[in-house]
């Protein structure tokens, strides 16, 4: 009858959530022990200057090696810890070993390097993230100016007045202070001109389909335009056609992330690369009047 019926299809329903809330909590509970164990890295995706091609820096970004399922992507395992707190623990992990990478290749002679973290929303609004930055700064050798923190435009667009005081915090530490994925949240122009930010970073979806898609290159170019209007710098993610890279140049875009020059690569794979640069050619003489 309808009772056994709804009571049957409620036991389904009661099943299927119980089975998804016992892989949520099994691959918490994984990862817990993945970042005991170690078995979170770091890679690397260079930061291009468009003008002259040269890597600036680079974007740091978490993976999980897995014994057995071998790498496993942020995009699988953030969401979890974000939901689950670990995320408190893991982004001090991330912080701590980008400062350490960057103070190891300072002292091993390679050239000067902007190292960008990640920030997630709720690590972002929930944990002492300037405590946090201060200490593995303090703790590695790293200097501040050097680290630049990505928040997603989504993240400050919640709680704004609380978000503005947390960037001004870290303002004073001295790190840069990039928005991620911009041009999908929800921020205000007004807003945006309240919080003391340094970067802007195009998400890849605007940039995909150019040159194909006029909307695309319309809003890339405007935010570009904007950008500098508040004398921000920009950048533009997930570049991976020469094209691309064409249109953007046109435009003035300051920097530039994608395939076209490298994925995210491991520590040593993205130092070789970098030696690999040729030397920074002599600096035009722009600034004559300048004292040596
Ligand atoms: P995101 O910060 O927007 O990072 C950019 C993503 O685009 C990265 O994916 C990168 O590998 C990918 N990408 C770069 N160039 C290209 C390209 O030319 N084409 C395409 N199709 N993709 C490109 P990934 O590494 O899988 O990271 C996904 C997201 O996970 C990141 O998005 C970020 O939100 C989050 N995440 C990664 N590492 C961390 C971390 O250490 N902490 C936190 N809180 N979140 C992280
Ligand atoms: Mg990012
Ligand atoms: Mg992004
Ligand atoms: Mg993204």
Known sequence: GAKA??????????????????????????LRLALMQGHLQMHYQPQVDIATGRILGAEALVRWNDPQEGLISPARFIPVAETSGVIGPLGEWVLREVCRQGQAWRDAGLPELMLAVNVSPRQFHLTDLAGCASAALADSGFPARLLELE?????????????????????????????????????SLAQLKRFPIDVLKIDQGFIRD?????????????????????????????????????????????????????????????????????PQPPQPALHTSAPA
């Open 151 to 187: 928040i997603t435009e989504t993240a400050l667009a919640e709680r704004t007045e609380e978000a503005r005081q947390m960037l001004v915090r870290l303002r004073e530490l001295g790190v840069r202070i990039a928005v991620d994925d911009f041009g999908t949240g929800y921020s």
């Open 210 to 278: 150019i040159p194909q898609s006029e909307d695309d290159m319309a809003i890339s170019a405007a935010i570009i335009a904007m950008g500098h209007s508040m004398g921000l710098s920009v950048l533009a993610e997930g570049v991976e056609t020469e094209g691309q890279l064409a249109f953007l140049r046109e435009r003035g875009c300051d920097t530039y992330q994608g395939y076209l020059c490298s994925r995210p690569l491991p520590a040593e794979g993205f130092a070789a690369l970098l030696r690999a640069q040729p």
């Open 5 to 30: 019926r709804g009571r049957g299809a409620w036991c389904f329903f009661h099943e299927t959530m119980t089975q998804a809330a016992r892989e949520r909590l099994e691959l918490e509970s994984r």
